[in-house]
C-alpha cells in the first residue's frame, strides 16, 4: 500500500462505526504507534511528551513514534538525527525486541479467542475473519468493539480497526481510523470509500508508480478505476494493470490465511562508525546471536542453517550460511558458526552492519535433540535456559551483552559452563 499518511481521518458518517457491517466480516486490526505505546506502558511518566523509538545513534532510524512525536513531522523510517532536528525535546529510546514480541504474543492471543482465522501481517497488525464467530460474539463492528476494549483492558494499549469486505479495504480503513478508532466499510458502498481516496492507496503504488499514474492524469483510486486497461498495462504492464484495475474496482478476493510458523528469526545491528577491528565485529555477532538464541526459545523453536549478513562501508552487501548437522536454540552454536563464516570471508574493509539469522526453523519438542560426540550431557543449552530465567526474573540488563558467550573479550571459554 502507498503511504498511509495520505488517507485523511474518518468522519463520513456512510463508513462510521455504526454503518452496516452485515456484508463486512473481515477485521484489520492495527495496533496505535506500537513500539512507542509498549514504552509509555511501561514508563508512565512518558505518557502524554513526544517519544522516538528505534536506532539512537548518528546512523539511527525511526522504528516507531508516539502521536505527540509525530505532530512534529517525525513517522517511521525517518533517520533518527531528522527526527531529532524535528523534535528535540522528544524522548529518544533504544528498540527492545523481547518486550515488543512478548506484547505482540498478548495481543494475538486476544484475537485467536475470537476466531482461529488470524494472520498476523507483523507484530502489530493482523486480519482476522469473523464469519464464524457471529453466533457467539455478535456482528463484526461489536467483535471488533470487543477486541478494542480487552486490548486496551487487559495490554494497556490502543488499536484502530477497520471493519469491510475485503482485506484491502479493511486495511485502508483501520488506517482512516486511526489514532485509536473504529471504522466500517458496508459492502455497497466500497466504490464511495475507495474511489475519492489517492492512488498512493492503492496497494503496489509507490512514489514511483504514483508519480506515472499521475503523468497519465490519473489522481485518484476512481481514476485509475475508470482508466482504460490498455493505457494502465502500457505505462505499468500486464501484472501491475491487472492488480491495480482489480483493486480500485474494489476486487479482492484473497482469503485470511491463519499464521504460518516464522520461516526465520534474526537480528542484525548497525555500528555509529564503520568498523574494521575483528575484535568489536567478534562482540557484535556474540550479542547478535545472543538476540536470535532468546527469540528462538521464546518461540519454542529451533533451526538448522545460520546465515551472516555483513554490509561495507560503500553499503555492498554479502551473506554467507552454513547448514548444521543438528538443530540448535543455543547462541553459542550460532556464534560459533557466525563467526567461522566472518572469518572465511574475510572481507578486509570497514563493515557498517552485519546481522545473524537462523532459518530452517521447526518447534522444538518435535525435533531430536542429539549431543556431539564427548560433549557433556549439561552444557550451553542448561546455561542459556538458567539466564532466560534470571533475565525474566530481574530483567536482561542485568545480565550483561553476550554474558552467557564467554568473556567480553570476545575470547572462547575452553569449557561449557555446568549449571
Known amino acids: 500500500m502507498g503511504r498511509s499518511q495520505s488517507l485523511p481521518r474518518g468522519g463520513d458518517p456512510r463508513f462510521g462505526p455504526d454503518a452496516d457491517d452485515s456484508g463486512s466480516p473481515i477485521l484489520h486490526v492495527d495496533m496505535d504507534a506500537f513500539y512507542a505505546s509498549v514504552e509509555v506502558r511501561r514508563r508512565p511518566e512518558l505518557r502524554g511528551r513526544a517519544v522516538v523509538v528505534g536506532g539512537v545513534g548518528p546512523r539511527g532510524v525511526v522504528s516507531s513514534a508516539s502521536y505527540e512525536a509525530r505532530r512534529y513531522g517525525v513517522r517511521s523510517a525517518m533517520p533518527t538525527a531528522r527526527a531529532r532536528a524535528l523534535c528535540p525535546h522528544a524522548v529518544f529510546l533504544p528498540t527492545d525486541p523481547a518486550e515488543y514480541s512478548a506484547a505482540s504474543r498478548a495481543v494475538m492471543r486476544i484475537f485467536r479467542d475470537v476466531t482461529p482465522l488470524v494472520e498476523p501481517l507483523s507484530l502489530d497488525e493482523a486480519f482476522l475473519d469473523v464469519s464464524g464467530a457471529r453466533r457467539l460474539f455478535g456482528p463484526p463492528a461489536e467483535i471488533a468493539r470487543r477486541i478494542r476494549a480487552r486490548v486496551a483492558r487487559e495490554q494497556g494499549l490502543t488499536c484502530s480497526v477497520g471493519v469491510a469486505p475485503s482485506k484491502f479495504v479493511a486495511k485502508l480503513g483501520s488506517t482512516r481510523a486511526k489514532p485509536d478508532g473504529l471504522l466500517v466499510v458496508p459492502a455497497g458502498r466500497v466504490l464511495d470509500f475507495l474511489h475519492p481516496l489517492p492512488v498512493a492507496a492503492l496497494w503496489g503504488v509507490g512514489d514511483r508508480s504514483a508519480e506515472t499514474l499521475r503523468r497519465l492524469g490519473l489522481a485518484t483510486v476512481g481514476d485509475v478505476a475508470e482508466a482504460p486497461f490498455g493505457m494502465l498495462r502500457k505505462a505499468l504492464g500486464e501484472a501491475a494493470a491487472r492488480h491495480l484495475h482489480a483493486l480500485a474496482r474494489g476486487v479482492d478476493p484473497r482469503r485470511v490465511t491463519p499464521e504460518h510458523a516464522e520461516k526465520s528469526i534474526g537480528a542484525e545491528v548497525t555500528f555509529d562508525v564503520d568498523v574494521a577491528d ?31 549478513k555483513v554490509r561495507m562501508a560503500d553499503f555492498r552487501t554479502v551473506s554467507r550460511s552454513r547448514t548444521l548437522g543438528v538443530p540448535t536454540d543455543t547462541a553459542r552454536e550460532m556464534f560459533d558458526t557466525a563467526w567461522a563464516l566472518y572469518t572465511a570471508l574475510d572481507p578486509g574493509e570497514r563493515i557498517r552492519l552485519v546481522g545473524v539469522r537462523m532459518e ?37 540488563s542485568i545480565i550483561g551483552p553476550a554474558s552467557l558467550l564467554g568473556r567480553r573479550d570476545g575470547q572462547r571459554d575452553e569449557n561449557p559452563p555446568r549449571p
Open 278 to 308: 575483528p575484535l568489536e565485529i567478534r562482540r557484535a555477532l556474540l550479542a547478535l546471536a545472543e538476540k536470535v538464541g532468546v527469540r528462538l526459545r521464546r518461540a519454542g523453536q529451533v533451526g538448522r542453517t545460520v546465515s551472516i
Open 360 to 396: 530452517g526453523l521447526a518447534p522444538t519438542g518435535e525435533t531430536p535433540q542429539q549431543l556431539t560426540l564427548g560433549a557433556p550431557e549439561r552444557g550451553w543449552r542448561e546455561a542459556e535456559a538458567a539466564v532466560d530465567a534470571a533475565a525474566a526474573r530481574f530483567g536482561r
